[in-house]
């Protein structure tokens, strides 16, 4: 068996379905690089906001900063507000934690820092690593 797929590809036929097959492959790796600088082509990048009295923090527990979009760095309340609170709620968050996500636009309250969330009331969300 092994000696029949040799003598096939050492044969004018062989070589001719080697050289088809090495172009459709070809094709298709182009084809999907293509696709896939498209893809990330339309996402906006990334922009990190520290505050303006601190540098890069070292660790997450020991600074806060946000991440947010290019289109989103216009909004001020946006690049100073780092703490979240619901006007419903007794809990605080960190911007970007899963339970400052669950709080409708309307019912958002903002704060500068941990002690001025404490003074207005409210306590440390539980599920909000880091805080």
Known sequence: MNGKIKEFLNSDKGKDLFIILIVILVAFGSFGLGRLSKVEEGK???EI???EDQTAPSSLEASVFE???ASESSSTILATK???ASK???KYHF???SGA???KEENKIWFNSREEAEKAGYTKAANCKGL
Request: proline share 10%; aromatic share 14%.
């Open 44 to 46: 906006e990048p990334i």
């Open 88 to 90: 419903n709620g007794t």
């Open 82 to 84: 780092s703490f979240v």
């Open 101 to 103: 996500k669950q709080i």
């Open 49 to 51: 906001i520290y505050p």
């Open 67 to 69: 991440a947010t979009t």
């Open 95 to 97: 911007s970007w934690c």
